[in-house]
C-alpha cells in the first residue's frame, strides 16, 4: 500500500485546509486510514482514524481536534480526506496519514499502522 498526502499550506488563525491521503496497490475493505500530525520538536500523535469500507467507516477523533475536524472518504477514488476547520497555531504540523487493516475499530497508536505517507505541511499563522 502507497500512501499519498496531498493539500497542506499556510493559513491564519481560523481559516480552513482539507488534506486528504490517497492509498494505491493493495487495498483491503478493512484497511482503517489514520491521521498523525508532528510539531516541531515534538512526537507524532494520532488525531483522527476511519475504520475500512467493510467494518462500517466508524470515525474517531482526538479531543484537540474534535468538532473542528472532519473526516471523509471517497471510495471510488481510494482517498481519505481531512477537513480542518477553525485552524489555530497549535495545529501546525506535519500531516502523515497512516494505513492499517484493524477491524472494527480503529486507534490512535503508531505501532497500529503499518504504511505511511510522507507527510504535508500545515502552517497556521496567528
Not at 34 to 58: H, L, M, N, Y
Not at 65 to 86: C, H, P, W
Request: aromatic content about 8%.
Amino acid at each position: 500500500v502507497q500512501l499519498v498526502e496531498s493539500g497542506g499550506g499556510d493559513v491564519q488563525s481560523g481559516g480552513s485546509l482539507n488534506v486528504s491521503c490517497t492509498a494505491s496497490g493493495f487495498t483491503s475493505g478493512q484497511l482503517a486510514i489514520a491521521w498523525f500530525r508532528q510539531a516541531p520538536g515534538k512526537e507524532r500523535v494520532g488525531i483522527s482514524c476511519i475504520t475500512g469500507v467493510d467494518v462500517g467507516s466508524s470515525r474517531s477523533y482526538a479531543q484537540s481536534v474534535k468538532g473542528r475536524f472532519t473526516l471523509s472518504r471517497d471510495n471510488a477514488k481510494n482517498t481519505v480526506s481531512l477537513q480542518m476547520n477553525n485552524l489555530q497555531p497549535e495545529d501546525t504540523a506535519v500531516y502523515y496519514c497512516a494505513a492499517g487493516v484493524l477491524g472494527r475499530l480503529c486507534t490512535h497508536r503508531r505501532a497500529d499502522y503499518v504504511y505511511w505517507g510522507r507527510g504535508t505541511q500545515v502552517t497556521v499563522s496567528s
